[in-house]
């Protein structure tokens, strides 16, 4: 079974009487353990369509279904449910709770999931480590660098131990060699981990990195809809 | 529950100068509604010794049923024959909480110094038992010469625009005229053995005491109007009332029993009018503690709406960012509400010591004003406002946790 599943899926926003058709017929399977680039020129739904896989958005018509659940069918409580054990994020600015730590940031999802802070500090520790932060676990965001702040992103979308991990452009506000970096621990988390990661870029160095990209073009699939 | 409460601690310090202007709000709302809450608790005091000893009503008091109504259009039948009163006071007597109990008997007529006359109001009163009534009320408003004596029989007290009016001051004769309780008129020579500030300025040139026998004589009657009861406990008069009539009823004698709020001239009127300026001044604080946590904690949701999607897409649900700004709201009302209580001790103890002085409307002199220290009050206030920030931050967060968290992730 697919993790995620999409068929004949749009969606339009609505700019007063203008209708946004962002993305228009969208059929696409993303396998477990997969490591994959959704690509494509500014506005043709990159970000639209991660929205919907990671079920912060809806559909306005098709199917989607992500590890065999409809999310449509889902209510606003399960779908919070839904995203703190399945979903990882990583987003383009970090998104970093700027009064707490980088632990305490990692500790949030499995503290909202309601996990006893004991438990949650050793696994937030072991995910810091993993991704190389284990000596700046008590610095609050505005001490760390843009790279160290994403690392922590990562750790923070790793440590409920997602099926899925989804990235909105992670290295849009990095530098090449921090960039280079990001890209390697995801990779490495990908292989080791067995995570499916999900990711909008428009960074040639990640895309030469994926096992398979996904190339977006006015809200429709151009290339790369089925694994090859 | 705890990194909830770490997390909005840490949030309120996220901008300092708003949080504690907001908690200055808070606070200085909580000093007015407090101190306010403090000087009128400190006046319900002073009027309910003024009623009990002052007026000289007691705690209780005990008329033959029916005495409301009908009293004063058939005296001698509504009153308590010597026999029965013996009997009231000793069963009375009997009763733990009750210090006094005591005959009176109200007396109206005409006092005259030879030249001039006018109408008096007296109460006559057992005079050792009404220095044990009176207790230190006297200290405030001392009696000038002597006071009321159980041998000298004659011997009155004056109020004191009533004493200088008819130019009757201590050691000085007169007469009063007043009708029996068969009809006839009545006339007895008197002399003044002191003259008293009555506290009222209604009263002070009306009012007169007489011994007990004295107004008895005048009335020519051995029956007592009332017995008046002073209690141990002030705080057990319902219960005693209670007590009393059931204990009063089994020994056959119908009474009716009043208690001293219901029977001052003073008591209800003012607390009705303190209450009420009370409800004006609590209402409008809470308008300014409402309207002060909505507006920074609108502030704080607006500023933090990229937050509030970040916590959202990580799985928070909308009752959780509801419950994140309730605390914080409720945060600001309790560091609010601390600071209220720090400026409340720092007034309190600086009209502790230099009490300003001021005469109420009907007052005969001027009274200090003090502000009590009532702490359950205080942690009530505390609660109160505690609460009432949490509801305050809850309208906007509600709004917040509704928010579609895409465009909240967009925010900027």
């Known amino acids: 079974m697919a993790l995620i599943e999409m068929k004949n899926i749009t969606k339009d926003y609505y700019l007063g009487e203008t209708v946004v058709h962002a993305l228009r017929g969208i059929d696409l399977q993303i396998d477990k353990k997969e490591f994959v680039a959704i690509w494509g020129p500014s506005g043709s739904g990159k970000t639209t369509l991660l929205n919907l896989i990671s079920a912060i958005d809806e559909p306005t018509t098709g199917e989607l279904a992500i590890a065999g659940k409809d999310v449509r069918s889902l209510t606003d409580n399960q779908k919070s449910e839904h995203r703190n054990k399945t979903i990882g994020f990583v987003f383009q600015g970090f998104n970093l709770v ?8 990692v500790m949030l999802p499995l503290q909202i999931r309601g996990v006893s802070a004991t438990e949650a500090r050793t696994q937030a520790l072991s995910r810091l480590e993993e991704v190389g932060l284990s000596d700046l676990i008590h610095n609050r965001p505005a001490k760390m660098s843009g790279g160290q702040q994403q690392r922590v992103s990562i750790a923070r979308a790793l440590v409920n131990n997602p099926s899925l991990v989804i990235a909105d452009e992670p290295t849009a506000n990095l530098d090449s060699e921090t960039a280079r970096m990001i890209i390697e621990i995801m990779r490495e988390l990908n292989e080791k981990d067995e995570i499916t990661f999900i990711f909008s870029t428009h960074d040639q160095r990640l895309l030469d990195k994926v096992k398979r990209s996904v190339l977006l073009e006015d809200g429709k699939i151009v290339n790369g809809a089925a694994y090859t | 529950m705890m990194k909830w409460l770490k997390l909005a601690f840490r949030n309120i310090l996220r901008n300092r100068r708003r ?27 002073g009027l309910e010794i003024m009623a009990i000893r002052g007026e000289g009503l007691g705690n209780l008091r005990i008329n033959r049923a029916g005495w409301q109504e009908k009293g004063k259009l058939e005296p001698e039948k509504y009153m308590f024959s010597g026999e029965d009163t013996q009997k009231i006071i000793k069963l009375v007597g009997e009763e733990k909480g009750v210090m006094l109990a005591t005959p009176q008997i109200q007396v109206t007529g ?39 004596s159980d041998d000298k029989r004659y011997g009155v007290e004056i109020t004191k625009d009533l004493s200088k009016y008819l130019d009757l ?17 009545n006339a007895l020579d008197i002399q003044i053995n002191g003259v008293y500030d009555s506290g009222n300025d209604f009263s002070n040139d009306k009012f007169m005491r007489f011994n007990y026998y004295f107004a008895q004589s005048l009335l020519d009657t051995q029956s007592a109007e009332r017995i008046v009861i002073l209690l141990k406990k002030w705080e057990e008069t319902e219960q005693m009332r209670t007590l009393l009539l059931k204990k009063l009823k089994a020994a056959g004698i119908g009474c009716e029993i009043r208690t001293w709020k219901e029977l001052s001239m003073s008591f209800s009127k003012q607390k009705a009018f303190l209450d009420t300026m009370f409800m004006f001044i609590f209402s409008i604080v809470l ?23 970040t916590l959202r897409a990580l799985g928070l649900k909308r009752k959780g960012v509801s419950v994140l700004f309730a605390l914080e709201g409720a945060m600001l009302g309790f560091f609010g509400s601390l600071m209220g209580i720090v400026l409340h001790t720092c007034v309190w103890a600086i009209v502790k010591v230099y009490p300003p002085k001021y005469i109420p409307p009907g007052f005969s002199k001027p009274v200090s004003m003090y502000v009590d220290m009532v702490p359950l009050a205080l942690v009530a206030l505390l609660l109160s406002l505690v609460l009432l920030s949490m509801v305050a931050a809850i309208i906007p967060a509600r709004r917040a946790a509704r928010q579609n968290i895409v465009d909240a992730l967009g925010h900027v």
């Open chain 2, 287 to 309: 308008v300014i503690v409402v309207m002060t946590t909505v507006n920074t904690m609108g502030m704080a949701i607006l500023e933090r709406t990229r937050e509030i999607g």
């Open chain 2, 169 to 185: 001051t201590p050691d000085k004769d007169g007469v009063v005229m007043a009708p029996t309780i068969s009809g006839q008129m």
């Open chain 2, 110 to 148: 005409i006092v005259t110094n030879g030249k001039v006359s006018t109408v008096f109001i007296a109460q006559g009163v057992v005079p050792r038992d009404d220095r044990i009534i009176k207790g230190q009320w006297t200290q405030y408003f001392p009696v000038i010469g002597q006071r009321l």
């Open chain 1, 98 to 105: 700027p009064v707490l730590s980088a632990l305490e940031n």
């Open chain 2, 19 to 45: 949080s504690f202007v907001t908690m200055v709000a808070i606070g200085v709302g909580f000093a007015a509604i407090s101190l306010y809450y403090g000087y009128i608790h400190n006046v319900y005091n």
